[in-house]
């Protein structure tokens, strides 16, 4: 089961701005960081942020991650064509001692 | 390079069993919790078991908990998970991942999958 919530999709055109929500609980999104992953169809997951708003390297800085309460964000600006994926949040659920991921977002490019 | 490759996925009948292998290499093993999680088609990421550096500590998610075993060769750099009593809704595509550092839960490096087939 779910317990971190993402809308089903989002889209913009070329160089917009696009954000994706996550909505948690306080066993998880309150109390431990949040990560996001981006998932191009038929690879594996990529990291994308991790500690709430931290960018691997390599990440460009157009991908951007806060979080407040229970809920976190990843923003997108500078919408690219390669953009186009699913994006998923997680974190880790004391509550359910385990890793819970988010529904999953799919980004679309107009 | 740090690269994890999964192998052991089949066409299993339900009831059946199966165990999947990571192999890890490019770090040391040992330093790092491992992961396992899932994707069954068109369906979402569902995080399967967790296994501490030294494998004394695992976590499951509620699904899987007297079914699925996590272990660890540290000697060999391998994980492993045994899958018994499989169900159709086992179906999916699994995948090794590792964090990335060893003291968050942030999965960095990822293998490429191995599926599971479950069906009569």
């Known amino acids: 089961q779910s317990v971190l919530t993402q809308p089903p999709s989002a889209s913009g055109t070329p160089g917009q701005r696009v954000t994706i929500s996550c909505s948690g609980s306080s066993s998880n999104a309150r109390r431990n960081t949040v990560n996001w992953y981006q998932q191009v169809p038929g690879t594996a997951p990529k990291l994308l942020i991790y500690n709430n708003n931290q960018r691997p390297s390599g990440v460009p800085d157009r991908f951007s991650g806060s979080k407040s309460g229970t809920s976190a964000s990843l923003a997108i600006s500078g919408l690219q064509s390669e953009d186009e994926a699913d994006y998923y949040c997680?974190?880790?659920?004391?509550?359910?001692?385990?890793?819970?991921f988010g529904t999953g977002t799919k980004v679309t490019i107009l | 390079d740090v690269q994890l490759v999964e192998s052991g996925g089949d066409l299993v009948q339900p009831g059946g069993s199966l165990r999947l292998s990571c192999a890890a290499s490019g770090y040391t093993f040992s330093t790092f919790a491992m992961t396992w999680v899932r994707q069954a088609p068109g369906k979402g990421l569902e995080w399967v078991s967790t296994v501490s550096g030294t494998g004394l500590s695992t976590w499951y998610v509620d699904s899987v908990k007297g079914r699925f075993t996590i272990s660890r060769d540290n000697s060999r750099s391998t994980l492993y998970l045994q899958m018994n009593r499989l169900r159709v809704e086992d179906t999916a595509l699994y995948y090794c991942a590792k964090p990335s550092s060893w003291d968050n839960d942030a999965f960095d490096i990822w293998g490429q999958g191995t599926m599971v087939t479950v069906s009569s």
């Open positions: 997680a974190a880790w659920d004391d509550s359910l001692s385990g890793h819970v």
